[in-house]
């Protein structure tokens, strides 16, 4: 006679997490292929890998109690290195980590005094800056002839503290010192821009 084995609510809860993360990782790993083989446009790319990310992190935090990513995919056999890059230790989608030119782009870059203003009233949390921060990436990637000084120093340094943002949970905030330096090489990258505009 088979055996029923019936499970908690709890223990419901953390398969379906398991399932969705492994899920995220599966179709992720697909997308990552597909960008590259140019099987899918940069913008349909860009829209479903955000939506991805997002709900990586969401899916991350409900795993079971003391269970990470790694054990998680050692524990279902899972080898997915672009998915891993882009969700672990990128966290942002590629359109965002390398250039996309765009002649159309408009040539103020109103992001970047949005985040400095947001920094300035003391709104350091993660997902305080992170929007913001993408978005003025974005905006960069867009803008056709800036300086390869600009592109190698100051939009390095931005995807830097994205990348840095991504490892922090929601409700994590920058300490003073990373605040004062993340203000600071804003400021840098604005002037630089738009100093580049006027030539």
Same mark, same amino acid.
């Given at each position: ?37 140019? &099987?899918? #446009? ?10 991805? /990310?997002?709900?990586?992190? $969401? %899916?991350? +935090? ?42 159309? &782009?408009? #040539? ?10 947001? /920094?300035?009233?003391?709104? $350091? %949390?993660? +997902? ?72």
């Amino acid at each position: 006679m088979d055996t029923i084995i019936k499970l908690t609510q709890r223990e419901t809860e953390n398969l379906d997490s398991c399932a969705d993360l492994f899920s995220i990782l599966v179709t992720t790993e697909a997308l990552e292929k597909a960008y590259i083989r140019d &099987a899918v #446009s940069a913008n349909d790319y860009t829209t479903h890998c955000t939506r991805l /990310i997002a709900q990586f992190k $969401t %899916a991350r +935090d409900l795993l079971p109690s003391g269970t990470n990513i790694d054990q998680f995919m050692r524990e279902y056999k899972l080898i997915c290195p672009a998915a891993t890059k882009r969700l672990i230790e990128i966290g942002v989608p590629a359109t965002v980590e390398h250039a996309v030119a765009d002649s159309g &782009a408009s #040539s103020r870059a109103h992001c970047f005094i949005t985040l400095m203003d947001c /920094i300035k009233l003391n709104l $350091t %949390a993660m +997902d305080q800056l992170h929007p913001l921060l993408s978005d003025l990436i974005q905006f960069l990637n867009k803008i056709q002839g800036l300086p390869k000084e600009f592109d190698e120093i100051h939009k390095t340094r931005l995807r830097n503290w994205l990348i840095t943002l991504h490892k922090m949970k929601a409700s994590d905030g920058l300490t003073e010192e990373q605040t004062r330096q993340l203000l600071f090489e804003l400021d840098s990258a604005n002037q630089a821009f738009h100093a580049s505009l006027a030539h």
